[in-house]
C-alpha cells in the first residue's frame, strides 16, 4: 500500500517567514511522529503524536514551531518566523500504534535564505 | 538524557570483506531499531530487536541485541557494492522516562564498499 508522504518535497523561504510542512501517515497508523535531520545535528526527534493528541511537546526546538494534526490522519508542522539554523530535512513517521516501527516518508528539504 | 553512539563512523571496506557496527546506548531499553539511508533518501527500517539476546538476519546482514551491556550490533558479511548506504541504530526514547514515543538515533555509520 501507499507509505508515508510528505509535501512540499523541497521548500526555499526567506528568513522571517511562515512554512507549513505537511505529512499525510500510512493508512490506518495511529501514531504519528517529526523528525529533523541535519548535519550539525543529525536526527533529532520533535514531536509525536497518537490520534490527534501531542502528550509531549518538548522536542520542539523552539516556540516558533507547532505541530497539529487534524482527524487521525494528516499533520503539519508549521515554523514561524524561519531563521537560517531551521535549514534542514524534516522527516515524518508514522507507526500502526505506540512502539512499533515507525516507517518514514520522503521529507521536506527546508531551506531558508 | 538517552544517549546513542555508534561506531565506526566511516567504514570504507572491500567487497566479500566482514564487518561489525556497533550501538551503544545510555539507558536501559529492550527495543532497538536498525535503518538504512541511501543518499538523497528516507529511512528505510532493517530491523527491530525487542529483547535480549534477540538476532535478526536479512541477506548479508545480521543485527543482534544484549541489552544487559547496552549493546547491538550490525554485521556485514561479505560485503557487495549495494550495500554501501548509511546505517544508523536508534533507542525508543520510551524507557528513558520521558513519556515520548520517538526515537533518539545514534549520528549513523556511513558504509561505503568498493568493488
Known amino acids: 500500500g501507499a507509505g508515508v508522504s510528505q509535501s512540499p518535497s523541497n521548500k526555499v523561504t526567506e528568513k522571517g517567514k511562515d512554512v507549513e510542512l505537511r505529512c499525510d501517515p500510512i493508512?490506518?497508523?495511529?501514531?504519528l511522529y517529526w523528525y529533523r535531520q541535519s548535519l550539525g545535528q543529525g536526527l533529532e526527534f520533535l514531536i509525536y503524536?497518537?490520534?490527534?493528541?501531542?502528550?509531549?511537546k518538548s522536542g520542539l526546538p523552539s516556540d516558533r514551531f507547532s505541530a497539529e494534526r487534524t482527524g487521525g490522519s494528516v499533520s503539519t508542522l508549521t515554523i514561524q518566523r524561519t531563521q537560517q539554523e531551521d535549514s534542514a530535512v524534516y522527516l515524518c513517521?508514522?507507526?500502526?500504534?505506540?512502539?512499533?516501527?515507525?516507517?518514514f516518508g520522503p521529507g521536506t528539504r527546508l531551506t531558508v535564505l | 538524557e538517552l544517549k546513542v553512539e555508534q561506531n565506526p563512523l566511516f567504514l570504507s571496506m572491500q567487497e566479500g570483506k566482514n564487518y561489525t557496527i556497533y550501538c551503544n546506548y545510555s539507558?536501559?531499553?529492550?527495543?532497538l531499531y536498525w535503518y538504512r539511508q541511501d543518499p538523497g533518501k528516507s529511512l528505510e527500517s532493517l530491523f527491530v530487536?525487542?529483547?535480549?539476546?534477540a538476532v535478526k538476519q536479512e541477506g548479508r546482514l545480521m543485527a543482534s541485541l544484549d541489552t544487559k551491556a547496552r549493546l547491538s550490533t550490525l554485521h556485514i558479511t561479505a560485503a557487495v557494492h549495494d550495500l554501501s548506504a548509511t546505517y544508523f541504530c536508534?533507542?525508543?526514547?520510551?524507557?528513558?522516562?520521558?513519556?515520548?514515543?520517538?526515537?533518539?538515533f545514534g549520528k549513523g555509520t556511513h558504509l561505503i564498499i568498493q568493488p
Open positions: 513517521a508514522s507507526s500502526s500504534r505506540g512502539r512499533a516501527t515507525q516507517y
Open positions: 493508512s490506518g497508523h495511529t501514531a
Open positions: 503524536f497518537q490520534g490527534n493528541s501531542a502528550p509531549d
Open positions: 539507558t536501559t531499553s529492550d527495543r
Open positions: 530487536l525487542l529483547s535480549n539476546g
Open positions: 536508534a533507542v525508543d526514547m520510551w524507557d528513558s522516562g520521558g513519556g515520548a514515543d520517538g526515537l533518539t
